[in-house]
């Protein structure tokens, strides 16, 4: 029995040390883990972000700059959580990239202790190894975010459809559109889009030119509805280089213009 306690006591210290977790403090802009200084914070204020967010960086304390994390605001935000901000926290030493979500509220203090509980440090330094698998194990994969905003430009002119598929305003491209009809199904279908190539609506419809009503989805706000894009007049006829629908959408047109979707 005496022989089985003195085999097990080194397992057993050995998985208590395994088991201990690293304790770190932020204090002043310096980070300091299980008692010894590993690194210094360095806030920068985002300018082009009216300082509403800021920029870290992140050095040994021999000077050398380690880390440089900025707010990553090109990616949407995740539905189910409104506390976080996507960061994009470059390892300069380690030359590795990871998306990480950092908090709003006290935000500096968030990330330090991302850093103060991350094991990436090693002798004062980036360890390459160790990057590799924080980032592997906390980073996130967020999806961009779509920019929906109309292109700037004179108002007060006629928007043209023209027989390369652009709108054009005041002789500038504000979008284009695509027919993506599929003729077994009787209807007509057309696919709405920023000069950018981001879609921003999708219009079903049937009549042609006479269509009272189309079914139609804004991607910006992600709504599908009827709506009314009846005209006074009744065309029997209509042959157009453009389109062989291009009355009714220049009326679809002029409803997404008015509704501030192109």
Same mark, same amino acid.
């Given at each position: 029995?005496?022989? #089985?306690?003195?085999?097990?006591?080194?397992?057993?210290?050995?998985?208590?040390?395994?088991?201990?977790?690293?304790?770190?403090?932020?204090?002043?802009?310096?980070?300091?883990?299980?008692?010894?200084?590993?690194?210094?914070?360095?806030?920068?204020?985002?300018?082009?972000?009216?300082?509403?967010?800021?920029?870290?960086?992140?050095?040994?304390?021999?000077?050398?700059?380690?880390?440089?994390?900025?707010?990553?605001?090109? #990616?949407?935000?995740?539905?189910?959580?409104?506390?976080?901000?996507?960061?994009?926290?470059?390892?300069?030493?380690?030359?590795?990239?990871?998306?990480?979500?950092?908090?709003k509220m006290?935000?500096?203090?968030?990330?330090?202790?991302?850093?103060?509980?991350?094991?990436?440090?090693?002798?004062?330094?980036?360890?390459?190894?160790?990057?590799?698998e924080f980032?592997?194990?906390?980073?996130?994969?967020?999806?961009?975010?779509?920019?929906?905003?109309?292109?700037?430009?004179?108002?007060?002119?006629?928007?043209?459809?023209?027989?390369?598929?652009?709108?054009?305003q005041d002789?500038?491209?504000?979008?284009?559109?695509?027919?993506?009809?599929?003729?077994?199904?009787?209807?007509?279908?057309?696919?709405?889009?920023?000069?950018?190539?981001?879609?921003?609506?999708?219009?079903?419809?049937?009549?042609?030119?006479?269509?009272?009503?189309?079914?139609?989805?804004?991607?910006?706000?992600?709504?599908?509805?009827?709506?009314?894009?009846?005209?006074?007049?009744?065309?029997?006829?209509?042959?157009?280089?453009?389109?062989?629908?291009?009355?009714?959408?220049?009326?679809?047109?002029?409803?997404?213009?008015?509704?501030?979707?192109?």
């Open positions: 029995m005496k022989k #089985f306690i003195l085999i097990m006591l080194p397992l057993l210290m050995g998985f208590a040390l395994f088991a201990q977790k690293s304790e770190y403090t932020y204090v002043d802009g310096l980070l300091t883990i299980d008692g010894t200084d590993v690194a210094k914070i360095t806030k920068i204020k985002d300018s082009e972000n009216l300082g509403l967010t800021s920029t870290f960086e992140v050095s040994s304390m021999d000077g050398e700059k380690l880390i440089i994390a900025a707010y990553a605001g090109e #990616f949407e935000q995740d539905p189910n959580n409104n506390m976080d901000h996507f960061y994009r926290i470059t390892f300069l030493t380690a030359n590795q990239i990871g998306i990480f979500t950092v908090s006290g935000t500096e203090k968030s990330f330090a202790k991302l850093l103060g509980k991350s094991g990436i440090f090693v002798d004062g330094k980036l360890d390459d190894k160790k990057v590799q980032i592997a194990k906390k980073g996130k994969a967020p999806k961009i975010a779509m920019d929906y905003t109309p292109v700037g430009r004179n108002k007060s002119w006629p928007i043209n459809l023209k027989e390369d598929k652009n709108i054009e002789s500038k491209i504000i979008g284009s559109f695509k027919d993506i009809s599929v003729k077994s199904t009787g209807n007509d279908t057309y696919e709405f889009k920023l000069p950018s190539g981001v879609t921003i609506a999708k219009a079903t419809f049937t009549g042609g030119n006479n269509a009272k009503n189309m079914e139609v989805h804004t991607m910006k706000d992600n709504l599908k509805r009827t709506v009314p894009i009846a005209s006074a007049d009744n065309v029997t006829f209509s042959a157009s280089a453009i389109d062989r629908n291009q009355l009714v959408l220049e009326r679809i047109v002029k409803w997404l213009v008015a509704n501030q979707y192109l």
